[in-house]
């Protein structure tokens, strides 16, 4: 109990990783989320371009590994899902975590935003050139 | 962090936007291969834990046994330009997956359904959803060696297609049929597109 870096609390829960209550796979990104289990903004989609924000801030203490490990996988451009299977984490979990490290400034979001209505002629023109290319 | 060995993983930083088209299909039809033939990078999985009862009824949690699936799901990468980058999903088409399609289809360009002939009924739910869905989709049929010829205008009939949906002969394992696949799907999202928004045209 007496650990400086090990505060009380869910997020220390969350941290230890070995807690025998959070062994089950279903369970543990409830516990990593606090249990949330959607994003707080749904501006971040699979597809979304994440990079660490420069200067980087330090995260809080509260932060749990999960979310450190994370800013550190995007330190160059990455995909939000490329992320995921990186560290080995559900997409979902990803989804909430990467959407509170934009808000808190830690990652920066580019692009990818997920929206209702199809993209533009002019997007897709380029997206049929780079498809030409390949053959 | 031992950056350098993973240098290849990152995207260059001149890439602005990212754009998706998932590829899907029943069981076994060959979209991990179709995603392996075309990516750039191998193709990565994530797996994802699905509840089949659905968020917010926690509080029947206690009497009903909640079934959690895991669904692996693969994906690829292609760069198409300094700007753009492409990312392929491989998605199974049964019908209890259909949850997992939400955050895939949103944002989507259109979609490539992948159908092996030899078990045409396996695909009717799929195309049927994606029609009801109202996304833009291009069928890809992925020939096997003791698949039977089947024209597209049989095909077509037989798939109960809609006239203007295309239809594309694929080699799932080879790169040019597969991006000519993706071809065919993206230039009949364009033409949608084109009629929808004429003044954009230009
Ligand atoms: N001959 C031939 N074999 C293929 C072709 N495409 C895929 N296969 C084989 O068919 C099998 C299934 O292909 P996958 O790419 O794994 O199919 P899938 O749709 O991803 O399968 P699930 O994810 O299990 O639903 C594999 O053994 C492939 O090697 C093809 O075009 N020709
Ligand atoms: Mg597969």
């Known amino acids: 109990m007496s650990g400086p870096e090990r505060p009380g609390g869910e997020a220390g829960e969350a941290h230890s990783g070995t807690d025998p209550e959070s062994g089950g796979a279903p369970l543990r990104p409830y516990v990593i989320t606090r249990g949330r289990s959607r994003p707080s903004r749904n501006t971040v989609g699979v597809e979304t371009l994440l990079v660490a924000t420069t200067p980087a801030t330090p995260l809080p203490l509260s932060a749990v590994r999960e979310e450190r490990a994370l800013v550190r996988m995007c330190e160059r451009l990455l995909s939000l899902v490329e992320a995921a299977a990186h560290l080995e984490l559900p997409v979902s979990l990803v989804k909430v975590l990467a959407s509170d490290l934009v808000d808190s400034g830690h990652l920066t979001a580019r692009s990818g935003v997920p929206q209702a209505v199809l993209p533009d002629p002019q997007l897709l023109q380029e997206v049929l050139d780079g498809l030409r290319r390949l053959r | ?202």
Not at chain 2, 18 to 28: D, E, L, Q
Not at chain 2, 46 to 70: F, H, I, N, P, Y
Not at chain 2, 89 to 112: C, H, I, N
Not at chain 2, 178 to 199: F, G, K, N, Q, Y
């Open chain 2, 1 to 202: 962090m031992v950056s350098a060995g993973f240098a290849d993983r990152y995207l260059p930083d001149t890439v602005q936007q990212a754009v998706k088209i998932p590829v899907v299909g029943a069981f076994g039809v060959g979209k991990t291969t179709l995603v392996g033939s075309v990516s750039e990078i191998e193709p990565l999985r994530t797996e994802e834990v699905m509840t089949q009862a659905s968020v917010g009824v926690d509080d029947l949690a206690g009497s009903s046994r909640k079934t959690t699936t895991t669904v692996a799901m693969d994906f690829g990468r292609i760069t198409l330009s300094p700007r753009i980058v492409l990312y392929l999903f491989g998605t199974p088409g049964q019908r209890r997956f259909w949850d997992l399609w939400e955050g895939l289809l949103e944002g989507a360009l259109g979609v490539l359904v992948v159908i092996d002939t030899r078990r045409l009924e396996d695909s009717f739910d799929v195309l049927e959803q994606l029609e009801l869905r109202g996304v833009p989709f291009a069928v890809a049929v992925n020939q096997f060696p003791d698949s039977e010829f089947y024209g597209t205008t049989e095909l077509r009939e037989a798939l109960d297609l809609l006239e203007d949906t295309p239809i594309v002969m694929c080699d799932a394992r080879d790169r040019g049929s597969s991006a000519d696949a993706l071809i065919t799907l993206v230039e009949h999202v364009l033409a949608r597109e084109v009629v929808r928004t004429p003044e954009a045209a230009s």
